[in-house]
């Protein structure tokens, strides 16, 4: 067990994941480099959401590996993995899930107070990125108050709050009108990028993959189309030759 270069962040390395004997990834390898917006696209139920969890440390592979900064996610056991996910992972899923009993701003600061922030400084980060999400407004409000496309922005700002190394996002503009779509897709590319958050970013939406820096494909559970980095080698290979 060999751990990836150093300048891949998170690696998946032949990962392959079956539902009860059903396979829905079979040997696929990704990469990101920190600071990297990598686009996972492909149909409904071609994998997308499997490999972010598997990413994610939520599921563990049948077969392969996962790596992040030189630690092997696949064997790690639970507390670690426990500690790994809440340290520096972040979840945007298509369900805004918050906490009913907490307002919209103690759902975006939850994650910083439970990390030892304290109260008066998770709130006020929490509430630079609701404004950042235009749900400012909706601060003091409790999720059962907002609409759909409120609470999926309070979940944005929650995960961006928390200020991960690596944000894995699972169609997160799925609840938002198309109207809204674009503004909440920059708003979050941009503050990865100036924080240099890695961003998986699962969607079967071509237009929203052309905001990454890189796009792999799925279909059936297997990658798509050539892997940038083999091509580069066998560029590289050629030149020398
Ligand atoms: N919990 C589960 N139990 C059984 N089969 C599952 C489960 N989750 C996903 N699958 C199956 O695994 C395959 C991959 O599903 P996955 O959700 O990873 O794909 P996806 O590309 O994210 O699809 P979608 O865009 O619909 O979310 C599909 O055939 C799906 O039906």
Known sequence: MVAPPDDDML???????????????????????????LAVTGPRGCGKTTLLTCLAGQLTPDGGEVWFKGVPVHSLPPLGLERLRRDHFGWIGTEPQLIPELTAWENAALALMLRGTGRRAAKSAACEWLERLDVGECARARPAALLQSQRQRVAIARALAAGPSVLFADEPTAPLHQADRAQVLRTLTSAARSHSITVVLAT????????????????DGRRVGPDPSEAEGRAACSASA
Do not use: C, K, N, Q
């Not at 396979?23 to 917006?37: D, K, N, Q, T």
């Open 11 to 37: 690696a998946a390395r032949t990962v392959s994941y079956a539902y009860g004997g059903s396979p829905a990834l079979i040997g696929v390898s990704v990469a990101a480099r920190e600071g990297e917006i």
């Open 204 to 219: 079967h939406d071509r237009e929203v993959a052309t905001l990454a820096d890189r796009t792999v494909a799925l279909l």
